[in-house]
Structure formats: structure tokens, C-alpha cells
């Protein structure tokens, strides 16, 4: 794996995502309410020579509903998913949680649904599915982006990136080579900061104490930024630091990665 | 009634399973784990009393030689007056305690409980003890006598052979598994009795001798 | 069977005799509040948070740091999980061979379909060896828990002592245990010593003058109240860790010596255990004596071990009896997905690394097992339709640190979401309206529908732009949007959805416009 720098006057030959076609998988909650990070991630994928398309078809990953216990109302929006992104090499997206259950879920609503053909489909996709930092350090073989964040950032690393998706150190590495940037280390980062999807309506009380907790250790690194890979955990915690008035401003992994210093 | 709810009870069994292709347990589920494995240790004894040391325990080495003055000196530390001392053991020691003036207290015919708890303390053999873990495995044989000799007495002074000392759990088991077969009573002793159920406040000596005290013979 | 009978009193009424044993909170487990409800309550108790928030950080790193000395540990997980999946999927093989070698042994083997059978067999047999002492010690056993095996005994005039420390004092404080492995994580060591002043004096030796809260003194209090009863004790009642099919041993792993008193002190010792608690050779121990302190109490070895294949000649109760416990183990291994939850081997190291369980404790789970393995593990024994175990399996975000910890590999997260389609499924046959299944249907239809979903997507676009200027972000809401609101902002929605911000800016083709 290299640490390529992308400077200027680099050809586009030699640039990592040369002759990569990368379908963006945007998950839904980002198409809607957090578009800044699939728009940074198409950024940071092009800067990188990738060619990005968005297959129009795709909707969700379907997590709320099977996670819910759901299962026959998840189907079809499995089938759309294989359909959506069918025959593409990489479905990237900005989400260690969806990836996770497109890639650990899918196959077995697919078999719940007695169809060998879906399956088939499904494995394909899921084969090809990958979390953003997973595209740009085992695909890409980058850690070094060429990003530059000038700022103080602790990390939190989502659960379902870490134990579903097994992102492992990817997302750290990733950041640690993003120029200007400090970065404090989060205590007990990997505990649940309490979200759970559906999690938090229907035991809304306990996860209000776990976003506290996460609140609290993230107020005490003194960050100015809180980086995630998941913006849903993301708009958990810094919903309770926003009604603190913490100052603490949260951003997803990748707008990191995407920020150059021609930008700041 | 037994049987009735046996044959209910296995038919549910059977039912349950029927999903399952007709393998032996063998065939269905390989179990890839080699038994009885050692443990590569820089030196078994140091790490068993490191252990037992980090327990909490007394540790000591001695020699054949001077095991028995050891027994005594053990015993003596801990302002032993009487002690049980289980058939089986070396004469040497029976004689050294009775000569340094304790009270010997033999097993025939079988002690009460109530003389029992009176007893400051019980000497026994062991059968064969793990260094990774600390631990020391009695099937109750010559020497050891039974359970409760080695439970109610407040201290217990344990000889250890060297060769009795193996690197794991693993090898443990399989020095011990003939005497299980063999329907022996086994027990396991890795330092003294201790709770955390207060506020996970770790204290020790609840019930079963409050002082372990391991001799090491060790002939080399 | 002589059950106790109501007194007659002068007037010639009845009342019911006085108990033996302290009594427990009133209710069945079964009828307790849902969980969302009971957690509620439970985070309103800052003595137990505090001593929640130490004790399960403590035991977590002790457990991480154990397991991380073993370089194989993952072999060994694996090890365990292969082990109890074979037991598991030949089950009655292994039953009827550790019958025959118990029996072989001189142990006498009974069956129990359900819980009302287990006790009926129980108080049978401890009628039978009891002289005129109408007690009985028992160690820990959450398999007679499971059975509230303590209550039916009391019902037959027999008092049922617990031996274990933690036990004890839920016991004298007539409550429940809170977790599997410290039940008395709950109560705090003036709440302990209260517990033991006020109570220890009407059923056995009182407590110690002047007893003060050092945890060492409270436990010496123990010691010496219960010395008297293991020196006296005719009949001992315990569970097992482990029974070994191929020579009808069992097997307890424990730590204050307690477990060693009842099995030898006794006369006759009654060991009640659950079907799934089989292992196929001695052999096999070798890997779960590693896994289960290690995963349990987070130590290199537990203090003492006790292992026994029938009577000893000369040593220990001569008299022993297993009772066999199905009470929905044989409903739990019928599902080729849940049964993998019957790898459990009560370890606790799921709950101590549960950040919900973390929070509430044990009581809000209205179960014998709480955490994690009792989300699953209790809806599958007692069914989905109650309150509260509709509700367990939903107890979890699903982070994913309990599988991570659980020494048999079992996927808990996997197996919640498994349970959940169980409760969703068992709400669709019973029919009505269900407001969530409607909100489910419907949110499966748009995202199924790809326009229906771009549609929604411009709709929170223009949502965004009606609010953009007005409102910076969304503060409290009426519920059920404050289920959210109460404590976090939120804010508007983005005025271009990527979908536009992408049409405007490139081809279909992913070229730059």
C-alpha cells in the first residue's frame, strides 16, 4: 500500500482512481438532510482520478427496517439496492452503517426470501460494496489524501464501522495524515454513543444518558471538531452538544478528507 | 413420571434436531483445537510462583531434604495449634510436627465438622498443579485426603513436587483426567477464597482456609 | 408432601404462617413493566449508576487484559463455539450417554419438562432426605432461579439458604438479583451492612456488633452466619457449570469456597442443571476452564474448581441426585438460528460490556438473565408475547461489544434483530392496527419505489428552504418528535438534496458539467 500525494501537476495516469468508475452510494439520510458528505466524498473521489457516477435508483440500505425486526417490508428495497447498482466494480459510500448492513444483512434477506436469484444478485453487490476510508486504503492503497484541516478533531468510531463494517484503524490513519490537523484521542471511544436507529424512540431515555456520556468525553478532549463516518451518530452527539452549547462543531470523516487548503 | 418426562423430553430433543443431516457429532462439527497442548513458558517454575505469589498465597522452595523443618516452620508462622494431617503423608512430616509440639489430629475415624472447624490447620500432598494459572489440582488421594480436610481448616500448607508442575490448563487436564475417570473427587485451588461482590471490592477469605501456603520441592 | 397450612387463630380464622426464609419482592418477572419503562426508573438511582459505572469498567478491563495475555484466544473461541455446537446439535446422544454415566456413577437421574415438574421432583427429593431440619443450603444456580425453586420450597415449609455472598444479601434484602455473576452489584456497602443488621438476627446468627462497612467485615459477617448453617446442613442443592457426558462428572467453577461447603458438608446433594449445560469429554474442559474465568470474572483461574462423578466413598454427600431442566430449552433449540444462544455458558461478559445494561442494571430487564443474553435468551424461553419480553429484544442499540467478549462466539446483535422479527412477526398474527407496522410498510414502500423516494427527497429540500433564513436549527418538539427533540437540536434540512446538487453539477456519465 502507498501513501501517494495527489499535488499538482501530477498526470492523471498516475493518480490512484485512474480508470475507476466509483458508483456513489449516498445512503438516504445524507441525500436529504446531509448532502455534504456524499458531495465531499464525489469531490475527494475525482481529486483522486475516479471517475463518479450516482445511480439514480438507489434509496436505502434498508437498516431501519430489518434492524426493526421487518424483514418481508425489507426485501424489496434489497432488490432495489442490487438492482441500483448493479454491475459496478465499487459502490463507495460515506457510511461504515450502511455498508455494514448491505454487506452483513443483505445476503440474508435474500435467503429469507427464498430467492437464489436475488441472492445471486446481492452477492455480487455486496462484493463490491466498500465505506469510503475502505475504498481509498485497500482500493486506492492512499492514506495521504492531500487533505488539510487546520483544526483540533477527536474521532469517534461509529459501532456498526467498527464491528459490522470492521473499518478498523482505516478512518485513524486516514486522518492522521491530513496536513495541519491535531488530533485528541476520545475516552472510551468505542462505547455506544447511544443512537441504535430505532433505538432512540423506543428507549429514548437511555439513549439520551449514553449521548451524554459520549457528549461529555468529547466536550473534555477540548476538540473543536467532532469527526465521525456516520452522520446519524454524528447528528446524535452533537444534537446533546448543540443544546449545551458546547461549541463543538461536528463534521463526517470524509469532508475532512475533502478539504484542501485551496478551499480553506 | 421419570420416564414419561424423559421420553417427552428427548422426543423434543430429537424434533428440534431434525433439520440436521445424520452425521456422527464428529463428522457435523470438527472441532479444530488440538488438546492437551503446552504452553511455552520462559521457565514453569518461576511463572507458578509468580502466580501463586501474585495471589496472594505464601510461596517457599525447599528440597526433599529440608521439607518436613519447612512444614513446621509453616505451620508455626501461623500460630498453628492443631492440624490435620491426612493418611498418606510422609512419615517425616507426622513426625517433625508432633516433635515441634502441635497437636496432630488424624482423619481415622473421620473427624466431626465441628472438630474440623476447630482444627488451625490441614497439610496436604497435591496431584498436580498448572504455572500459567496458579493453580494446584487435588484428586484426593494419599496425602490429601478428603474434600473437606483441605476446606474448613483456616490455613492450609500445600506440597507441591516439581515435577508436578505443568505449563496450562491444557496439560492440567490431561495429567488429571485419569483420576477423573477413575470417579475421584477433584479440586482446583488457584490462591485463597475471595469475593468482589461488595461494590466489586475485591476481599479475600470468605469461606475455605483464608492462608494458602505452597511448598515447592524441588530436588534439583 | 407436608406444605406448610395456614394457622388457625383464636377467632377462628386463618392466617398464613409466618415464612421461613425473607420474602421476595411481590409479582412474577414475567408481569414486570416493559423495559423502556422500568429503564426509566432505573436511571433515577444514582447510587446504582455509580456503582454500575465502577464495577463494569473494572471487570471490563480485568476481562480485556486476561484475555490479551492468551495469544490462542481466538482459537479458543472458536474452540468453545465448535465444542458446544456439536453437544448442541446432537443433543440427545449426549443426554442419554450422561445418563448412563451418571447413573454408572451412582448419581440418580430425573427429567423435568417445565419449571411446576423441576420443583415437584425437587421437593420430593429433599422431603425424602430431610430428618427433622427442614432447610436446605444451596449455591448459586440461575437454573433454579429459573424455576424459582426457593418459593416452591418455602410453599412446602422448607427453607431454602443462599450461600453465595452476593446471594445473600439479596436475599435478606428481599430483592432480586441484578446480574448473573455479582447479583448484589446493585447495593452499596452501607446499604449492605444495613441489610445484614436489620435482618441476619431473624434467620441465623445476627450480625456482629458494631459492624461497620468495610467490604472485608461484611464479608467476615457472612462467613460467620453462614458457618453455622454449612456445619449443620443435611441437603445441598446446587447447579453446574459443566456435566461431562463421557463420565457423568460435574463440574462448579466458583470463588468464595461456599460451593465447596454445600458439596461436601452435606449428606445428600441435589444438582439441578439445564440440558443445554453438556459437554461431550473431559477432555473438552480444557478449553472452557480457560474461556470461562477469564471471560467471567475477568482472573487467570478462579479460586477453587470442584469436580465430582458420582459419591466418594468416605468424602462428601452420599446420596446424589441430577435433576435435568428442559423449561423451554428443547423450544429454543427447535430454531436453527436461536439455538445458538444455548452456547451460552453464563460467563456474565456480555453484560459487563453492554453500555446499556451499563446504564439500568439488571432490574429493568424483568428476567432471571439480564443484558444482552437475557434480551435473547428470555424471549425465546418465555415467549414473545408479554410485555416486557416484547420488549427486550428492542433493550440494545446493537453496537456489537458483546459478541465481540462472549467466549462461544454467540452473534447476540444477529440474534436481538432475529428476536425482533419474532416479536413483529407474533404482533402480525395476532391482527389490529399497529401504528409502527403501518409506519413500516409505508417507509418500505417508498424506499422500495425509487421515485416515491426521490420525490421524498425533494420534498425535505423544499422543507429546507421554507425554514432557511427563519429557523437555525429545530429545539423541542411535540412528540412524538420530542422522543428526539427533548434533548438534542436537529437541524433543517439542507435546501439542495445531493441528488440536485449532483444533476446540476454533472452528466449522468459522471462528467463534470
Given at each position: 500500500m502507498t501513501t501517494t500525494s495527489t499535488s499538482p501537476g501530477r498526470s492523471f495516469a498516475d493518480a490512484p482512481g485512474w480508470g475507476k468508475t466509483v458508483a456513489l452510494f449516498a445512503a438516504c439520510a445524507n441525500d436529504v438532510m446531509f448532502p455534504q458528505a456524499p458531495i465531499a466524498t464525489t469531490r475527494l473521489l475525482e481529486r483522486l482520478g475516479c471517475r463518479v457516477v450516482f445511480p439514480k435508483k438507489q434509496t436505502c440500505c434498508g437498516q431501519p427496517l430489518v434492524n426493526t425486526g421487518y424483514y418481508d417490508e425489507t426485501v424489496p428495497i434489497v432488490r432495489n439496492f442490487a438492482k441500483a447498482f448493479e454491475g459496478y466494480d465499487y459502490v463507495v459510500a460515506p457510511s461504515g452503517s450502511c455498508v455494514g448492513a448491505v454487506r452483513h444483512q443483505h445476503q440474508m434477506l435474500a435467503d429469507h426470501a427464498k430467492d437464489p436469484g436475488l441472492r445471486r444478485d446481492v452477492d455480487a453487490v455486496v462484493a463490491a460494496t466498500f465505506d469510503i476510508s475502505e475504498f481509498l486504503v485497500d482500493v486506492l492503497g492512499v492514506t495521504d489524501v492531500g487533505a488539510y484541516f487546520p483544526h483540533v478533531v477527536t474521532y469517534h468510531p461509529t459501532c456498526h464501522s467498527l464491528r459490522v463494517a470492521h473499518v478498523g484503524d482505516k478512518p485513524m490513519r486516514l486522518l492522521q495524515a491530513v496536513r495541519g490537523i491535531t488530533i485528541k484521542d476520545l475516552p472510551d471511544a468505542d462505547r455506544c454513543c447511544g443512537f441504535g436507529g430505532t433505538f432512540a424512540l423506543k428507549n429514548p431515555d437511555v439513549s439520551v444518558a449514553m449521548a451524554a456520556d459520549k457528549a461529555r468525553n468529547v466536550a473534555s478532549t477540548g476538540a473543536e471538531y467532532l469527526v465521525a463516518g456516520d452522520n446519524l451518530c454524528l447528528l446524535n452527539i452533537s444534537g446533546v452538544l448543540g443544546r449545551q452549547q458546547s461549541g463543538i462543531r461536528p463534521i463526517h470523516l470524509v469532508e475532512v478528507l475533502a478539504s484542501t487548503e485551496e478551499e480553506s | 413420571?421419570?420416564?414419561?418426562?424423559?421420553?417427552?423430553?428427548?422426543?423434543?430433543?430429537?424434533?428440534?434436531?431434525?433439520?440436521?443431516?445424520?452425521?456422527?457429532?464428529?463428522?457435523?462439527?470438527p472441532v479444530a483445537w488440538t488438546y492437551g497442548q503446552p504452553r511455552a513458558l520462559d521457565n514453569i517454575l518461576d511463572q507458578f510462583e509468580d502466580?501463586?505469589?501474585?495471589?496472594?498465597?505464601?510461596?517457599?522452595?525447599?528440597?526433599?531434604?529440608?521439607?518436613?523443618?519447612?512444614?513446621?516452620?509453616?505451620?508455626?508462622?501461623?500460630?498453628?495449634?492443631?492440624?490435620?494431617?491426612?493418611?498418606?503423608?510422609?512419615?517425616?512430616?507426622?513426625?517433625?510436627?508432633?516433635?515441634?509440639?502441635?497437636?496432630?489430629?488424624?482423619?481415622?475415624?473421620?473427624?466431626?465438622?465441628?472438630?474440623?472447624?476447630?482444627?488451625?490447620?490441614?497439610?496436604?500432598?497435591c496431584a498436580v498443579a498448572a504455572a500459567e494459572t496458579g493453580t494446584i489440582m487435588l484428586d484426593h488421594g494419599p496425602g490429601q485426603g478428603r474434600r473437606a480436610l483441605s476446606l474448613v481448616p483456616d490455613v492450609h500448607v500445600c506440597i507441591v513436587l516439581a515435577d508436578q508442575v505443568v505449563s496450562d490448563v491444557p496439560e492440567a487436564v490431561a495429567r488429571i483426567a485419569p483420576a477423573i475417570r477413575e470417579r475421584r473427587p477433584i479440586t482446583w485451588i488457584s490462591g485463597g477464597s475471595a469475593t468482589s461482590d461488595i461494590e466489586l471490592s475485591r476481599v479475600e477469605g470468605v469461606h475455605g482456609p483464608r492462608t494458602l501456603h505452597v511448598l515447592l520441592v524441588d530436588g534439583s | 408432601m407436608s406444605k406448610k397450612l395456614p394457622v388457625v387463630t383464636s377467632r377462628g380464622g386463618t392466617v398464613e404462617p409466618p415464612r421461613?426464609?425473607?420474602?421476595?419482592?411481590?409479582?412474577?418477572?414475567?408481569?414486570?413493566?416493559?423495559?423502556?419503562?422500568?429503564?426509566?426508573?432505573?436511571?433515577?438511582?444514582?447510587?446504582?449508576?455509580?456503582?454500575?459505572?465502577?464495577?463494569?469498567?473494572?471487570?471490563?478491563?480485568?476481562?480485556?487484559?486476561?484475555?490479551?495475555?492468551?495469544?490462542?484466544?481466538?482459537?479458543?473461541?472458536?474452540?468453545?463455539?465448535?465444542?458446544?455446537?456439536?453437544?448442541?446439535?446432537?443433543?440427545?446422544?449426549?443426554?442419554?450417554?450422561?445418563?448412563?454415566?451418571?447413573?454408572?456413577?451412582?448419581?440418580?437421574?430425573?427429567?423435568?419438562?417445565?419449571?411446576?415438574?423441576?420443583?415437584?421432583?425437587?421437593?420430593?427429593?429433599?422431603?425424602?432426605?430431610?430428618?427433622?431440619?427442614?432447610?436446605?443450603?444451596?449455591?448459586?444456580?440461575?437454573?433454579?432461579?429459573?424455576?424459582?425453586?426457593?418459593?416452591?420450597?418455602?410453599?412446602?415449609?422448607?427453607?431454602?439458604?443462599?450461600?453465595?455472598?452476593?446471594?445473600?444479601?439479596?436475599?435478606?434484602?428481599?430483592?432480586?438479583?441484578?446480574?448473573?455473576?455479582?447479583?448484589?452489584?446493585?447495593?452499596?456497602?452501607?446499604?449492605?451492612?444495613?441489610?445484614?443488621?436489620?435482618?441476619?438476627?431473624?434467620?441465623?446468627?445476627?450480625?456482629?456488633?458494631?459492624?461497620?462497612?468495610?467490604?472485608?467485615?461484611?464479608?467476615?459477617?457472612?462467613?460467620?452466619?453462614?458457618?453455622?448453617?454449612?456445619?449443620?446442613?443435611?441437603?445441598?442443592?446446587s447447579g453446574a457449570n459443566f456435566m461431562v457426558a463421557d463420565t457423568g462428572t460435574l463440574v462448579i467453577v466458583e470463588s468464595e469456597g461456599n460451593g465447596r461447603m454445600?458439596?461436601?458438608?452435606?449428606?445428600?446433594?441435589?444438582?439441578?442443571?439445564?440440558?443445554?449445560?453438556?459437554?461431550?469429554?473431559?477432555?473438552?474442559?480444557?478449553?472452557?476452564?480457560?474461556?470461562?474465568?477469564?471471560?467471567?470474572?475477568?482472573?487467570?483461574?478462579?479460586?477453587?474448581?470442584?469436580?465430582?462423578?458420582?459419591?466418594?466413598?468416605?468424602?462428601?454427600?452420599?446420596?446424589?441426585?441430577?435433576?435435568?431442566?428442559?423449561?423451554?430449552?428443547?423450544?429454543?433449540?427447535?430454531?436453527?438460528?436461536?439455538?445458538?444462544?444455548?452456547?451460552?455458558?453464563?460467563?456474565?461478559?456480555?453484560?459487563?460490556?453492554?453500555?446499556?445494561?451499563?446504564?439500568?442494571?439488571?432490574?429493568?430487564?424483568?428476567?432471571?438473565?439480564?443484558?444482552?443474553?437475557?434480551?435473547?435468551?428470555?424471549?425465546?424461553?418465555?415467549g414473545v408475547t408479554s410485555a416486557v419480553d416484547a420488549s427486550l429484544p428492542y433493550a440494545s442499540t446493537l453496537c456489537g461489544a458483546c459478541f465481540d467478549v462472549c467466549p462461544v462466539r454467540i452473534p447476540l446483535p444477529d440474534l436481538l434483530v432475529h428476536m425482533r422479527h419474532k416479536v413483529v412477526e407474533g404482533k402480525k398474527a395476532k391482527g389490529g392496527v399497529h401504528t409502527e407496522s403501518a409506519i413500516m410498510k409505508a417507509t418500505g414502500r417508498m424506499f422500495s419505489h425509487p421515485r416515491l423516494w426521490a420525490a421524498a427527497v425533494n420534498a425535505g429540500a423544499l422543507g429546507g428552504k421554507a425554514l432557511t433564513g427563519r429557523v437555525k436549527h429545530f429545539g423541542p418538539l411535540p412528540w412524538p418528535l420530542s422522543k428526539w427533540t427533548n434533548a438534542r437540536d436537529v437541524p433543517i434540512p439542507p435546501t439542495e438534496s445531493f441528488r440536485a446538487w449532483y444533476a446540476r453539477t454533472h452528466h449522468e456519465d459522471g462528467s463534470l458539467k
Open positions: - | 413420571m421419570s420416564t414419561e418426562a424423559r421420553d417427552a423430553i428427548l422426543g423434543r430433543v430429537r424434533a428440534a434436531l431434525a433439520d440436521l443431516p445424520p452425521l456422527t457429532p464428529e463428522a457435523d462439527t502466580r501463586i505469589i501474585d495471589y496472594r498465597a505464601a510461596f517457599e522452595r525447599c528440597t526433599p531434604a529440608t521439607l518436613a523443618e519447612h512444614v513446621v516452620g509453616a505451620l508455626q508462622t501461623y500460630g498453628t495449634a492443631s492440624v490435620v494431617l491426612p493418611s498418606g503423608l510422609p512419615r517425616s512430616i507426622s513426625d517433625a510436627v508432633a516433635a515441634a509440639g502441635l497437636e496432630v489430629r488424624l482423619d481415622e475415624p473421620q473427624l466431626t465438622r465441628i472438630e474440623l472447624d476447630a482444627t488451625s490447620a490441614v497439610v496436604t500432598t | 421461613l426464609t425473607p420474602a421476595p419482592p411481590p409479582g412474577r418477572l414475567i408481569d414486570s413493566p416493559r423495559f423502556p419503562a422500568q429503564a426509566k426508573v432505573e436511571l433515577g438511582n444514582p447510587v446504582q449508576r455509580k456503582n454500575l459505572h465502577h464495577a463494569m469498567t473494572t471487570i471490563r478491563d480485568k476481562r480485556a487484559r486476561v484475555a490479551g495475555e492468551l495469544d490462542n484466544w481466538e482459537d479458543l473461541r472458536l474452540a468453545g463455539e465448535a465444542i458446544k455446537n456439536r453437544t448442541l446439535r446432537h443433543l440427545d446422544t449426549y443426554l442419554v450417554q450422561l445418563e448412563e454415566n451418571l447413573t454408572a456413577a451412582g448419581t440418580e437421574v430425573h427429567w423435568a419438562r417445565d419449571a411446576e415438574e423441576a420443583n415437584r421432583i425437587i421437593v420430593g427429593l429433599v422431603e425424602a432426605s430431610l430428618g427433622e431440619t427442614r432447610e436446605v443450603v444451596k449455591i448459586k444456580s440461575m437454573a433454579t432461579q429459573e424455576i424459582d425453586m426457593n418459593e416452591a420450597l418455602e410453599e412446602a415449609g422448607i427453607a431454602a439458604w443462599e450461600t453465595d455472598l452476593a446471594e445473600l444479601i439479596v436475599q435478606l434484602g428481599h430483592d432480586r438479583p441484578s446480574h448473573i455473576l455479582v447479583p448484589a452489584i446493585h447495593r452499596n456497602r452501607s446499604e449492605v451492612r444495613e441489610i445484614f443488621n436489620a435482618e441476619m438476627g431473624t434467620y441465623g446468627r445476627p450480625a456482629p456488633e458494631g459492624l461497620d462497612t468495610e467490604p472485608k467485615n461484611l464479608a467476615g459477617a457472612a462467613r460467620l452466619h453462614l458457618r453455622e448453617k454449612f456445619l449443620r446442613s443435611k441437603v445441598a442443592i454445600c458439596l461436601t458438608l452435606a449428606d445428600t446433594l441435589i444438582s439441578v442443571v439445564g440440558i443445554e449445560k453438556i459437554v461431550p469429554t473431559v477432555e473438552d474442559l480444557e478449553v472452557f476452564l480457560q474461556l470461562l474465568p477469564r471471560s467471567s470474572t475477568g482472573e487467570r483461574m478462579n479460586p477453587y474448581t470442584s469436580m465430582w462423578t458420582g459419591p466418594a466413598s468416605g468424602d462428601g454427600p452420599q446420596t446424589m441426585h441430577v435433576v435435568l431442566i428442559d423449561n423451554g430449552r428443547t423450544q429454543v433449540l427447535s430454531d436453527p438460528k436461536g439455538r445458538e444462544a444455548l452456547r451460552c455458558i453464563r460467563c456474565s461478559a456480555c453484560i459487563n460490556v453492554c453500555p446499556v445494561y451499563e446504564k439500568v442494571g439488571g432490574h429493568a430487564y424483568g428476567s432471571v438473565y439480564p443484558g444482552p443474553i437475557g434480551a435473547v435468551l428470555t424471549p425465546q424461553l418465555r
